[in-house]
């Protein structure tokens, strides 16, 4: 679902510039146009002050119609009557606004929206035979559901089908609310509708409205778990965000102090860390997890370069634009996680994994003492939950590994970031640079 909306402030930003600037200026001038009518004036003078658009008709001037000029095509559009008005056409870009901005690009949005916006009023001039005065971002916001409705007739691999019956739902409803509700201009919605229909046709027939598509993001660990402890709440996070989690896993934790404790066999122990893996993995939200099968406490043993290989065929396979792993010490120090971290910096600065931007470790007491501290860091509160729920998918490591890091999180509502309240992750390496140093608010910052 495209219209879902999970950024943090910033993010949104950061990744909707133009659509943040929309949403603004509808804000500030709503503020300038209510002063200015608290100073003496009615609201409708000062609409028609600050640009509103309007027609007067023949039967009020006696003559011809008197139109608006064309400066008014524009400035309405950034007009709002009252607070309803502001609030329900700010939220219907603020959610449905987004998408556009990122397949078209930032500039030939704001070119679109306007174009719609103007494209609206047009059609409002025209089809008016009564004197009227008019503003607000409708029309533009109905040109976003005619490019939407374009794509989803003509283009259908650019709107999942929830969002296309989304857009199909949301047009329906919002043209019989234009007809029935008094003094909503259903000329100005329509023409925007229209606009925005036509305009997405050509900037599709041009290659300007590109698929869009999510930002992938690849944890390359070693054990069954690994997946949960340090980066559960952060990944969680980023697939409600619409990103795509992947995830590679080199053994199946056969090896563990859980098998002798609970008197299971290596091979027993592994099919049920499997299944803890799994629904641990459906819990945080990963799209797909790699199980390799390799030795547990053995990946030290493997044939030199056996590990690089697995790992850029991994990256190959997935194509990620930001990796996550462990950093030097391995975190606690596991040999196998050791392994995984030389495999993973080696295969990224080889050049063979093209697909990579970021690589990021989770942060770590040694990467403090050399100097290179957090880069991202996410409050785990909001997500403590999940994490806790995704953690104890892992029965067999519970109470052994799990109470060590965490304490007791079987309680429910019980927290499961008492020692642990934030993830932490340090970005190591960027499109080629070592050790950027410095702050972001997600590991998806600066993606292309």
């Not at 449905?96 to 494209?119: D, T, V, W």
């Not at 709440?233 to 102090?257: D, L, P």
Request: proline share 5%; aromatic share 12%; hydrophobic share 45%.
């Amino acid at each position: 679902m495209q219209f879902v909306r999970y950024e943090s402030f910033r993010q949104y930003l950061k990744k909707y510039p133009i659509t943040s600037l929309i949403l603004a200026a509808n804000v500030v001038m709503f503020i300038i146009v209510s002063s200015w009518s608290h100073a003496g004036h009615t609201m409708s003078e000062s609409m028609f002050h600050f640009g509103a658009m309007y027609k007067i008709s023949a039967a009020d001037t006696g003559v011809d119609p008197l139109y608006a000029p064309f400066w008014r095509y524009l400035s309405s559009v950034f007009l709002h009557f009252d607070l309803s008005h502001l609030l329900f056409n700010c939220f219907s870009t603020l959610v449905f606004a987004p998408p556009l901005e990122r397949m078209m690009g930032s500039l030939f949005y704001l070119g679109f929206y306007l174009l719609c916006g103007i494209a609206g009023n047009a059609a409002s001039q025209l089809w008016h035979t009564d004197t009227y005065l008019g503003a607000g971002a409708s029309g533009a916001i109905y040109g976003v559901f005619g490019a939407f409705l374009f794509m989803g007739i003509f283009t259908r691999s650019k709107l999942d089908k929830q969002s296309r019956q989304t857009v199909i739902g949301t047009l329906a409803i919002g043209v019989v609310y234009s007809i029935a509700v008094p003094n909503i201009d259903l000329y100005a919605h329509l023409g925007g509708l229209a606009g925005g229909f036509v305009l997405a046709a050509l900037l599709s027939v041009t290659g300007r409205i590109k698929e869009m598509k999510p930002t992938i993001i690849a944890g390359i660990f070693a054990h069954p778990d690994d997946e949960s402890f340090g980066v559960a709440a952060t990944f969680h996070q980023a697939a409600r965000s619409g990103c795509k989690i992947v995830g590679y896993c080199a053994t199946a934790g056969e090896a563990g102090i859980a098998g002798p404790r609970l008197g299971l066999t290596p091979e027993q122990l592994a099919a049920v860390r499997v299944k803890e893996l799994e629904r641990a993995i459906n819990i945080i939200g990963y799209s797909a997890m790699d199980l390799r099968g390799l030795p547990d406490k053995g990946l030290t043993a493997l044939p030199a370069g056996m590990l690089l290989e697995e790992v850029i065929g991994f990256i190959d396979k997935h194509k990620p634009q930001v990796v996550v792993t462990f950093p030097e010490d391995g975190l606690s120090g596991h040999p196998d996680h050791i392994a995984i971290y030389h495999a993973v910096r080696e295969a990224v600065a080889s050049g063979r994994c093209p697909s990579v931007q970021k690589l990021y470790y989770i942060a770590s007491g040694k990467l403090e003492e050399m100097g290179h501290g957090a880069t991202v860091t996410l409050d785990v509160t909001p997500y403590a939950e999940m994490k806790r729920q995704a953690l104890l998918a892992h029965d067999s490591q519970y109470p052994s590994s799990i109470e060590r890091f965490f304490g007791d999180i079987r309680e429910a509502g019980s927290p499961a970031v008492k020692n642990f309240p934030k993830e932490r992750f340090v970005l190591v390496w960027e499109r080629g640079a070592w050790f950027p140093g410095r702050k972001e608010s997600s590991i998806t910052d600066g993606v292309k």
